[in-house]
């Protein structure tokens, strides 16, 4: 499964109204696939640890330290109470690099409503459906599982894999 596909595995579901929301990466098909299936009533959110770690790649010429400051000024950026908040935020933080990172902040500031989605949705914890680092972990080891398997008679039967897996996992991790 490509990195569109590990992103598809970060959902925000309630029973009673389906699929609400989305963490995925950056990919301009995933998107416009989500919106053809889906509408524009899906929440896609755009994964914030990625965003951050694009963020980090562009820092130029900062020792760690000047690096883990930009990083963590970043970061804040995504504690706002609100979107407004944090669109405020980012234009301190902004104001304070674009001088010296020029580069880091025009990544930051790009598609930046993308990794701000997650502040309309209600009833979500936003901790979640902010990145898919969890889901990652969780697709990697599915992978890592069904490898052992090679291949499934049938439909049904990979189905009935991923359950256990996923069953498994969870049970782990609670």
Not at 15 to 34: F, H, N, P
Not at 152 to 171: D, K, W
Request: charged fraction near 25%.
């Amino acid at each position: 499964m490509g990195t569109a596909g590990t992103a598809l595995m970060g959902t925000g579901v309630k029973l009673e109204t389906g699929l609400q929301a989305i963490v995925r990466d950056g990919s301009e098909g995933l998107e416009q696939a989500l919106d053809y299936v889906y509408g524009s009533s899906l929440v896609q959110q755009r994964c914030i640890f990625h965003k951050l770690r694009n963020v980090s790649n562009k820092c130029v010429g900062l020792d760690r330290a000047g690096k883990k400051s930009l990083i963590e000024q970043a970061a804040a950026v995504y504690q706002a109470p609100t979107a407004s908040e944090g669109r405020a935020r980012l234009l301190v933080f902004g104001e304070r690099w674009q001088a010296t990172q020029p580069q880091a902040v025009a990544t930051f500031e790009r598609e930046f409503e993308q990794t701000i989605r997650y502040y309309a949705l209600e009833g979500v914890v936003r901790e979640v459906v902010r990145t898919t680092s969890l889901l990652e972990r969780t697709n990697r080891e599915l992978r890592r599982k069904f490898r052992q398997v090679g291949c499934f008679g049938s439909p049904r039967g990979a189905e009935v894999a991923v359950y256990i897996q996923v069953t498994h996992l969870n049970a782990e991790s609670g």
